[in-house]
Structures are given as C-alpha cells and as structure tokens.
C-alpha cells in the first residue's frame, strides 16, 4: 500500500497570474482565458515548517474575478511561482 | 552446544548509524518523544564520563558537557535485529531472539552441516553486521553461551566446555544474571559483586534469603541448571505500508490509514484461512525517530474492527507527526475459533448492507468511486492540509 489511497481536497494547482506594483494580483488566466480581477477581499501571509528542509513562504489573495467567480490564489515567496486551490 | 551471538550496544549503534553519529565521541540515546527525560544506552567515551542508562538528561549534560543525543529509533532497530535472526535461520538455525543483537541456537544437527563448530562459528560471525562488534561464543547452555559470546574478543571465537563454565562466568559482573534489580542491588550491598562470588554462596543461604528464583540464578552462576534455547517459530508476516505526502499528527488521519492496512490485512490473513494474534505497529516520526508498540490480542482475529478496536489506542501515544505507518501482522491464529454471537446485529447486518454496497459502487465506478472525508489538520492556514479523503469503509462509518 503506498500514498495512494489518501487524497488530499484542495491541493493547488499552478497558475498564471498578472500582478501589479506591489504585488497585488490584477488578472488570472484559466483555462486560456484572463479573468481580472474585480476585488480583493483579503490578503494575508502564511509562513510555517520554517524548521524543516521545506519551509512554507506563501502570500494569499482571496479574489472576486470577472464575472463573478470566487478564487484563492498564493504567491510563493521562495520560488516566485503562483498556485490556485480547488 | 549452543552458540550465541551478542551486538552490544545494538539499539545505540542502529539510531547512530541512521543518524551519521560515530560512536567514538561521547553520544547516548536520548528519550522518545513523551517518555521521560533520562538518557539510554550511551558509548564507551560517554559511558567513561559517567553517563549511564536511565540517568536523567540534565545530569548527563552536566556529567559529560559535549554528549550530544540521539533520538531512538526502535523501529529501525527492529528491523536490524530481524534481519540478523533472518540471516542465522538461513544458516539452518533455529534461532531465539533475546534481544535485540543478542540471539542463541542450538548447534545440534548443524556441526556436520557446516564440517564443524568452528566453521559454523566463523559463519555466524560472517552473518552479523560488518563494524558492528559482535562476539560469537559456543557452551553447553543458553546463558552460559550469551556470557562467553558477550565476552569474546574481536577475532576471537570461544567455546567453552562444561567443566570450564563456572570459571569463565566468575569475573562477569552480577547483573548478568537473571535476578531483579532490587535484589542484584542487595547483594551488591552485601558485598556480592560478581557471579563468582555468587557461586560461592551457600545453598541454603540464597534459598532463605532470596527465594526459588534466587536458586536458578545460583546455579546458573555454577555452570549448573542452564536452558536449551528457546527458538522461534517463523511467523506467517503480513505486512502493509502507509506513507503521507507530508507528515500528520491528526488522529483522524493516522486512524483512517491504520483501518485501511487492518482491512488489508485481515483480508490477506482470511485468504490464507488463518486470523492474527500479534500485530506490531510502527511509525516512522517527522525527523529523526520512530515509534513502535506491538499487541497481543487475546483471540486471534480476521475481523478489521475488531483489530480496529484493540490496535488504535496504541496509535493516540505517538507524540510527534508521523510520515509513515507500517503494521506487520503475524497469521498465526485459526480462522472462525469462535463464534461471538449466533444471530447478527442490527448494526453488522447495516454494516454487511453498506459494504457491499460500496462494493458495487467501487465495481462499477472505480476504486475511487466512494470516499470518505476525513479531517487531517482543520486548523491549518494552509487549505490542502485541512481535508483529505480515503477510500469508504463501512464498519468504520457505521460503529459510531
């Protein structure tokens, strides 16, 4: 039996994202279509397993999107690289 | 004759070889994660500084400032005392496990086997961990063979005949023998230090003064009275393995993955018409360390909730997150002994229903079709720690 018969929900997925100035995301593509991004309803900053080989560095940005949908979107502040959940 | 193989200081030196620890500067095992702070076994420079088992952490640091500690990891070194009982079976040897690296066979019927006890010897010696410093030793008894075996020299393989035993054991140190701690330290109180001058004791005084057990020990300590050994019977293992994608310390997780290997394991266990009767559990830890318990159950079973029931209490003492679980059962029990109850329950006939209705789901869908939603961290600001779903099983769901 190895790791696969436990899944886990809302594991994220890379992403394309367009972020202004300060590093505010201002348009996602998914599925090759940019959304933008009509509000930001929270940021914040999660930052764990700092004592292990595989710190955790991540900026969140729950989003509202063009026209409507819902979306949490992360920086990852080690690697620069943007991940979305679900 | 019985030959005895002995690794001293074996649980130190797997965890220091885990770690990359040499075991030529001051190192000892350190308390697992929840027990209590008092070292372990510790190395000959360590040991020279004072530090010795079960004394506690802080003194150990003040009696020896450069110790540094090791986590222990019994799970490893179960699997190295295995491998070493594996390797002397494949030998011909019926072989008890009295701890781990020390082990004892009778050499009976192998002699001519391997053209003589001394090439056995030299095979047994070839058979233990390379580095590892483990003496072999050969005397008519079980006790007597640990002892020559625990005192044998490197390159050296002793065989001591029946007339020499008493004389060999005389300088080993009383604990060596099969007495309780309280007593060991009276008769050390009394000026008894060694086993020779506990075979120079007088009969009757021991008997008075420390009982029937007393006795045994005394006439161990004479070269009189000592076992055969007691070989192991090689067990039916099943085993079945569970890594994490990352480590876990939610009880709901490591509960749902251990019903997962029970299930596979009494399945295994019923198709080879048997059930299980010991069951050890390991878990590998987050960083260094593992954690270990096996359970006797007191009826053999093929039944996963009822191995369930009896198996995860033991999963609630680990203290730390866990990366990978790993439950080796032993079938050895007979299948469907015993009959508990004549007509099913409302609840197992609800349960019997649910399974096999899942069962059909899964045949029809996909080993994905139904799953379970189980909680693995809740709390976690990171949100693909918080859920997780494992495969649907029925007696799980429907006894709470």
Sequence with gaps: MGTGPLRRLGSPHPVAVQADGDGTPAAVVINSRERTVVSVLEDWLVQDRWWTDHPVDRRYFELVLDPGRHAVVFEDRIDGDWSMHG | ?400
Excluded: K, N
Excluded at chain 2, 163 to 186: G, N, W, Y
Excluded at chain 2, 369 to 384: N, Q
């Design chain 2, 1 to 400: 004759m019985v030959v005895a193989t002995v690794i001293p200081r074996f649980p130190l030196l797997v965890a220091a070889l885990r770690t990359r620890r040499p075991l030529d500067v001051p190192v000892a095992l350190g308390p697992a994660p929840g027990d209590p702070q008092v070292v372990g076994l510790s190395s000959p420079p360590a040991h020279e500084q004072g530090v010795v088992p079960g004394l506690r952490v802080g003194e150990a640091l003040a009696r020896c400032p450069s110790l540094e500690l090791i986590s222990p990891d019994p799970a490893a070194v179960a699997e190295a005392a295995e491998r070493l009982v594996v390797r002397l079976e494949d030998l011909g040897a019926r072989v008890e496990h009295v701890a781990p690296g020390t082990t004892c066979f009778s050499a009976d019927g192998l002699v001519r086997l391997h053209g003589g006890l001394d090439r056995l010897m030299r095979r047994v010696r070839a058979a233990l961990p390379v580095g590892a410093g483990g003496g072999v030793g050969a005397a008519p008894g079980r006790f007597a063979a640990i002892s020559v075996a625990s005192m044998a020299e490197l390159g050296d393989l002793p065989v001591v005949g029946a007339d020499r035993i008493a004389e060999v054991l005389a300088p080993l140190p009383l604990d060596r023998l099969p007495l309780p701690h309280d007593q060991v330290t009276a008769l050390r109180e009394l000026g008894v230090r060694t086993i020779g001058r506990m075979a120079a004791l007088p009969r009757a005084a021991v008997l008075d003064r420390l009982g029937r057990e007393g006795v045994t020990a005394w006439r161990l300590a004479r070269g009189e009275g000592d076992d055969a050994p007691r070989p192991r019977r090689p067990p039916h293992a099943l085993t079945a393995e569970f890594h994490f994608p990352e480590p876990v310390g939610a009880r709901s997780a490591i509960h749902a993955a251990a019903r997962l290997m029970f299930g596979e394991l009494t399945a295994a266990a019923r198709g080879q018409g048997r059930a299980l009767r010991v069951v050890t559990l390991r878990a590998r830890l987050s960083g260094e360390g593992s954690f270990e318990r096996s359970i006797t159950l007191r009826e053999p079973t093929a039944d996963p909730q009822r191995l369930a029931l009896a198996a995860l209490p033991a999963f609630d003492e680990i203290a730390a997150p866990v990366e990978s679980l790993w439950v080796r059962a032993d079938a050895m029990g007979p299948l469907g002994g015993r009959q508990l109850t004549a007509i099913a329950t409302g609840t197992e006939e609800r349960r019997r229903r649910a399974g096999d209705a899942a069962r059909q789901v899964r045949a029809a869908q996909g080993p994905e079709g139904i799953m379970r939603l189980i909680e693995i961290e809740p709390w976690s600001r990171r949100l693909e720690q918080r859920w997780a779903l494992v495969p649907y099983d029925a007696s799980d769901h429907l006894t709470r």
